[in-house]
């Protein structure tokens, strides 16, 4: 359950910051003085990334120092963080550089810049905060980089054997997803009405026809994978052993019950679809939210389970343009779900 807690109050500043954003934007389009709740989003963000430039900047100087001296990471409390001596300059550099990258996006004339290869609209402050809210994204990719896919496994594996607990794994992903999909809320409770809200997010009612199509996309993605592994080994970009790894650790105990694998399927379509496809799309366009997305998958690090997140992406997109977020949702449950059965039938037949 501390897992849990963790990820909402990460989440809790984020839909603040959101929230006053779209209030902004329910009296800019009417209007109304917005500039007052505008500047208090953009303010709020700027001093989370001010935190991460200062800590970043600060780790980043410390490093050689604690290299020196590892027994200072004590004192810090970073001694059973499972951080390499040898990445703590990755580390700062993960979190200042992005931060910084995330400050600068909320400048108008940057926002206009972006406007221009996007459908992002300058003056929004919904538009201008998710613009800098994707930064969060990098860093969280460099910060899993820095602590590095083989020490996140070992700090996994000794949680997991103190508590091996599969309905905490169960619990924190739906967590986690929840939080995602709440935070693609596109302005109900301020300016929109539920259905207006799901009216934008794509989320509407499909045909049979549609619901063929995503199943039979989702059960097609299962050799178009084994193509992309299979070329990316020709390269020396195959499979890699720290993400199948961490994979284990993160998701093999939801492999274990019905009720884990339909958890790895559902959540994810009911939380990264409405954020991604819904939200994100229709306003960053279907290859810089199918990169998002796959960047967003920080366990698979930069991998050939990146490129293969990323023509996943690009597919859902495909279906969220031509016809709704309902069925990429389906599509996505269904595809996790496959790859889940596959997974379980997998262990079932090396105990045989």
């Known amino acids: 359950m501390a897992e849990s807690a963790g990820v909402i109050v990460m989440f809790v500043p984020l839909f603040f910051i959101m929230f006053i954003a779209n209030a902004a934007e329910a009296r800019r389009t009417t209007d109304?003085?917005?500039?007052?709740?505008?500047?208090?989003?953009?303010?709020?963000?700027?001093?989370?990334?001010?935190?991460?430039?200062?800590?970043?900047?600060?780790l980043q100087a410390a490093a050689p120092t604690l290299q020196r001296q590892p027994e200072l990471l004590d004192l810090l409390g970073l001694a059973d963080a499972g951080i390499s001596l040898d990445s703590l300059g990755m580390l700062g550099l993960g979190l200042w550089l992005p931060s910084l990258v995330g400050m600068v996006l909320l400048l108008p004339p940057v926002r206009r810049a972006a406007a221009a290869v996007t459908r992002l609209d300058p003056a929004s402050p919904v538009h201008a905060v998710a613009l800098a809210m994707s930064m969060l994204i990098i860093i969280n990719l460099l910060v899993t980089l820095g602590f590095g896919l083989g020490n996140l496994t070992t700090m996994l594996e000794a949680q997991n054997s103190a508590n091996p607990d599969a309905d905490?794994?169960?619990?924190?992903?739906?967590?986690?997803?929840?939080?995602?999909?709440?935070?693609?809320?596109v302005g109900w409770l301020t300016r929109r009405s539920f259905g207006e809200a799901m009216a934008r997010l794509g989320?509407?009612?499909?045909?049979?026809?549609?619901?063929?199509?995503?199943?039979?996309?989702?059960?097609?993605?299962?050799?178009?994978?084994?193509?992309?592994?299979?070329?990316?080994?020709?390269?020396?970009?195959?499979?890699?052993?720290?993400?199948?790894?961490?994979?284990?650790e993160l998701f093999g105990p939801l492999f274990q019950s019905p009720f884990g694998i339909l958890t790895i399927g559902l959540a994810a379509a009911l939380g990264e679809e409405p954020l991604f496809r819904g939200a994100a799309q229709p306003r960053f366009g279907l290859i810089l939210t199918a990169l998002m997305f796959a960047l967003v998958h920080s366990n698979y690090g930069i991998t050939i389970s990146t490129v293969v997140v990323f023509v996943l992406g690009l597919v859902l997109g495909w279906l969220r343009r031509n016809?709704?977020?309902?069925?990429?949702?389906?599509?996505?449950?269904?595809?996790n779900i496959t790859l889940a059965i596959i997974a379980y039938l997998s262990l079932r037949f090396l105990e045989f």
Do not use: C
């Open 168 to 185: 905490g794994a169960l619990v924190t992903l739906w967590v986690q997803q929840i939080l995602m999909a709440l935070l693609a809320k």
């Open 203 to 248: 989320i509407t009612r499909v045909s049979g026809r549609q619901v063929l199509l995503a199943l039979g996309l989702a059960l097609l993605m299962v050799p178009v994978v084994a193509l992309i592994e299979y070329l990316g080994s020709l390269v020396g970009f195959g499979a890699n052993a720290d993400v199948e790894a961490l994979s284990e």
């Open 32 to 58: 109304q003085p917005y500039q007052a709740l505008a500047l208090l989003a953009y303010i709020s963000l700027a001093f989370l990334y001010l935190l991460g430039i200062l800590f970043g900047v600060g």
């Open 323 to 335: 016809h709704n977020t309902t069925t990429s949702m389906i599509m996505h449950a269904s595809y």
